[in-house]
């Protein structure tokens, strides 16, 4: 069997560093196609990459046609409910990193359903965080599970949540606290930082069940996501601090090797020993 054929959507920090990868042949894919709302980066990217790739107008010819196996989503929410039943529905399999789409209910349950009627895969890295393997084993016995996410306020900047908040950024004095509630709620209101609450709700207890506390702090030099987790089967604590991507604060340098390690994974067939579940 070929290399794997890879379609990209999204041309920013996260898809230009995945669009590398594959270009240097640390992913054993071949980059075929590359789309982003904004036209010029896309050909931007394209123009750098050693194999240049076809950029296409829109997102339904990243998938259309046989030319490509697999769709990388490094976009936005708002990308994943446009684009990914589509890319279903045209027998592709895709990695989502704007998990977050996820945790609205008629969305996961059309494209689980896509999923299940055209024999595709969707897959989640784990981004930002560790220990989703041990929340998917204790799920039946989970009572509670905590995110605790702090970032620089230049991070949190242009977040829904802010608008009309009253809350000043850029007068924080120390940590400030500038949301309190549910995973759905954060995501909704964080879409662009804390992807990681998506992910823990799904790997866990659920949305309603999952606790997200998003503190901004002018102090802090990288981005820190806690998850506290208490159940039957006894307590998980999980800390980890990401250095913020170059290109994108908002992002962390994890998120993007995960997405890195995903391809890996998916690129490389069989005939290998595999870690974890």
Known sequence: M???RIGLLGCGAMGTRIARA???GEVDGVLERVHDAEPEKARALAGSLARRPTVVENHHLLSSGP??????????????RSAALSVIQNRKDMVVMSVGALLDEPVYEVLADACAQFGRTIYLPSGAVAGLDALR????ELESVTLTTTKHPRSLAGAPGLAGSGIDLGGAGGPTTVFEGDAAAAVRSFPANVNVAALLALAGAGAAATSVRIVA????????????ARGRFGEIAVEVRNVP??????TSRLAILSAIATLRGVCSGGGSVRVGT
């Open 2 to 4: 070929g290399k794997k």
């Open 22 to 24: 594959i270009d240097s």
């Open 67 to 80: 030319g490509v196996d697999l769709v990388v989503e490094a976009a936005s929410q708002d990308a994943v």
């Open 137 to 140: 084993a204790v799920r039946g």
């Open 217 to 228: 702090d002018p102090a802090a030099e990288r981005n820190s996501h806690r998850i506290d």
């Open 245 to 250: 991507d170059p290109g994108n604060p908002r």
